[in-house]
Every structure is written in structure tokens, then in C-alpha cells.
């Protein structure tokens, strides 16, 4: 008799894995969610379930999804699996790569608690994305805003936004030692007058008092009182065309040298760290010269010994930057906003009345969605408190 099964291991792979992925983004934003009662039918109404239960099923999701990956039997085919597959084109050997890049991350992140465990971090790193070939890096036609980038001028989603006085500092050498970092006319824009310049929240432009924000650049490359079209190229990662990247090499590459410096790996943490570094640098487009100029510069510790924890998240900040922003709040929110580690970073001094005083450790759920239909849900969480968004996660704790 014919197996009525499909078994095509990779799809089923591929799903847990993308799932896994997805709840472990989820969780570190909002906290608490909705799990074991999620695919209930016929529930209109949903409890929520502990981050510490999220964790546990991103780790089984994810080992289960290598499990599926590692299959060659049934109807696995790379042909098939291609056909929809815009980033690996069907390679599960990447798939697995990312799968561990999850797994990494979710181990990771539990770096304050007893027990984290930085050798199976360092194992998961170790088995995750090997070079920026294996970045999970999303492509984009870049021909309308149904195919272009999200940071691009044509979906137009960053048009209020400008580049930050904190990352100007990283690249322009106030942070590293006097070091202008090759990566700044790659990633930064200048204004009209050739000024690399940066707000900060509430304050605005503090470089240049006798004018506005308004002569910060845009990330597109362009003045922000001039009108911005389809066709302003801009640069890095704000172009239409450009990838968006989920998970890279680079950032794997420091989870490792963190997780290496927490043991007192240096020598592991080090290594790591530079092969961090330069493989952000190549992703940014950096000539080889310039970065071996950048890496035996006064920026970058020239020792193992020499290295700091706060050399591994600067660095890591710098490769994350508006891509991985989120992870980067994860870090942030490990170290509770430290200025020790984030070398220059100041909360802003004017924070929303219901933080107290506080800064934002979680977004609150969607006002009109579950506050609508699951209010008795979100009360038994504390979520309809006015500070529940300054409430540490249990992921840092």
C-alpha cells in the first residue's frame, strides 16, 4: 500500500524552525504570550503562558526542526524545497546553520540566571552560521512596495526617522579612542555641509545648537528637507534593493565571544570577537585594507587580556545597528542599560509619565486588540497596569 504521507522532512523543518525563530522574537518583546492554548479551536478568549514556558518550547521547536533537517528519507528534496525557499534555495545544511543561530540566541539570553550555561552557547554558535554566505538574509526586488526592502526610500517607513548620536559616536572615534571607523560614510550620511551629525531622543541635534534637526541627515542618504523618490539610491542597508538580514555571522560571532568572555575563555572571546568585527565589516562593504587598519587600530584591544565586555556589546551594537534592533535591546536590557558596558549611552532624561522614572523593558500588548477581547487575560498578567512595560522580562531576571 502507498504511504498516503508526503514526508517531506525539510518543509516540516523549515516550519518548526521559522516558528521557532518567530516565538523567540515575540517573547523578547511583549514577555508573557499566548502558547499552549494557541491553536485551540473554537476559543475566543486565550490565557497567557510564562516567557519561561516560550523559552522551553523555542528550544524543542528548534531541536526538533534539526531533527526533521538531518532527514534524507521520504520526499525530502532540495528541488522541491527550493521552489519557495528565497533565502537557502533549499540547502538544509543552512537551514540547520540557522536553526542552531535560534538556539544560540535562546540559550544566550539567559545570561543573568544560574543557569546559563556559556559552553553549550559556545557549542550552538559553533554549529550556527559559519560566514556571511549563511546570513538569513531576506532579498528584495526593490521594483514597488510590495517587493522592496522595508528600510528603503520606496516603502518610505523611515522618513521620520535620523541616525542617532549614540551610533555616531561609535564610528566617528569619540568612543574608540580617536578612531574614525572606515564603516562611517558606508553606513552614517552627512548633512549638506559634509558634517556627520546625530540626535538623541528628546534632545535632538546637540552637536549644533544654532540650528534644528532638521539638518540631520535621513538614512537614505539625502537632506530630509529635500522630497525623497523611488530612485534616491541611499546606502547600506536603506537601499530598495537591499537584503534584510535576520540572523548573521557576525552577531553569532559575538553571542560566541560574550558567552567565551563570561567563562574567562579570552582567548576563545577574542578570536571570536575579531572574526565579529571583521565579518560586519565585509557585510558593510569595507575594503580588505581598511579593515585590517581598523583591526590592529587603537579601536580594537590588540590582546586577549586587553579585550573588554564592553569592546564585545559596542562592537555588536554597531553590527546590529536598525536591522537587529531588537536583539540589540535584548543585550541592552540584559545589562539594564549600563553605561559601563554601552561606553557613552544615556537614557533620555525625559521619560513617559507612567515609567516612573523607569525605562521600557517589554512593549505593552495592542491597545485594540486584546485589550478589546481578552481583557480578563491580560489582567491576570498585570498587563493593564499603567508601568507593565517597565516590568523586567523573565528572560534577565
Not at 33 to 60: C, H, K, T, W
Not at 163 to 192: C, E, H, K, T, W
Not at 238 to 264: C, G, N, V
Request: neutral net charge; charged residues 20%; contains cysteine.
Amino acid at each position: 500500500m502507498k504511504n498516503p504521507l508526503k514526508e517531506q522532512w525539510d518543509y516540516v523543518g523549515v516550519a518548526k524552525s521559522i516558528r521557532a525563530w518567530s516565538w523567540q522574537s515575540s517573547t523578547d518583546v511583549y514577555g508573557e504570550m499566548i502558547l499552549s492554548q494557541v491553536f485551540e479551536p473554537n476559543r475566543y478568549v486565550f490565557d497567557y503562558d510564562s516567557q519561561e514556558a516560550v523559552y522551553q518550547e523555542v528550544e524543542g521547536l528548534a531541536l526538533a526542526a534539526i531533527q526533521d533537517l538531518e532527514r534524507t528519507d521520504g520526499g525530502v528534496s532540495q528541488a522541491s524545497l527550493g521552489r519557495g525557499d528565497l533565502v537557502y534555495k533549499g540547502d538544509r545544511s543552512k537551514w540547520i546553520k540557522f536553526t542552531y543561530s535560534v538556539l544560540a540566541r535562546n540559550a544566550h539570553h539567559l545570561s543573568n540566571k544560574s543557569n546559563y550555561n556559556p559552553d553549550k552557547v559556545i557549542e550552538y554558535c559553533d554549529k550556527a552560521l559559519a560566514s556571511n554566505t549563511d546570513n538569513f538574509n531576506v532579498p528584495h526586488a526593490g521594483t514597488s512596495t510590495s517587493d522592496g526592502n522595508f528600510f528603503g526610500p520606496t516603502r518610505n517607513n523611515l522618513r521620520s526617522y535620523r541616525q542617532s548620536a549614540y551610533i555616531l559616536s561609535l564610528l566617528n572615534g569619540n568612543i574608540f579612542n580617536g578612531v574614525q571607523d572606515p564603516r562611517l560614510p558606508l553606513m552614517l550620511s552627512a548633512s549638506p555641509d559634509g558634517v556627520y551629525r546625530g540626535v538623541s531622543p528628546v534632545v535632538g541635534d546637540g552637536t549644533n545648537t544654532t540650528g534644528n534637526v532638521a539638518r540631520i541627515p535621513l538614512l537614505w542618504g539625502v537632506p530630509p528637507t529635500v522630497t525623497v523618490a523611488a530612485q534616491i539610491p541611499g546606502k547600506y542597508i536603506f537601499t530598495d534593493k537591499a537584503t534584510h538580514p535576520l540572523i548573521t555571522y557576525s552577531e553569532i560571532q559575538f553571542i560566541k565571544a560574550e558567552a567565551a568572555f563570561k567563562k574567562a575563555d579570552l582567548a576563545t572571546a577574542y578570536d571570536a570577537f575579531t572574526k565579529g568585527v571583521r565579518a560586519h565589516m565585509e557585510f558593510a562593504g569595507v575594503a580588505t585594507a581598511d579593515i585590517d587598519t581598523y583591526l590592529t587600530s587603537a579601536a580594537i584591544p590588540q590582546s586577549p587580556d586587553a579585550l573588554t565586555l564592553s569592546d564585545i556589546m559596542l562592537q555588536k551594537y554597531i553590527s546590529l545597528w536598525v536591522h537587529g534592533a531588537l536583539e540589540t535591546w535584548v543585550d541592552m536590557r540584559r545589562y539594564r542599560y549600563n553605561s559601563e558596558v554601552y561606553k557613552g549611552f544615556v537614557l533620555p532624561a525625559t521619560l513617559f509619565v507612567s515609567n516612573s522614572g523607569n525605562p521600557a523593558y517589554r512593549l505593552r500588548p495592542r491597545y485594540n486588540s486584546e485589550f478589546v477581547w481578552n481583557l480578563d487575560a491580560l489582567n491576570k498578567i498585570g498587563a493593564t497596569e499603567d508601568n507593565f512595560h517597565t516590568i523586567e522580562p523573565w528572560f534577565i531576571k
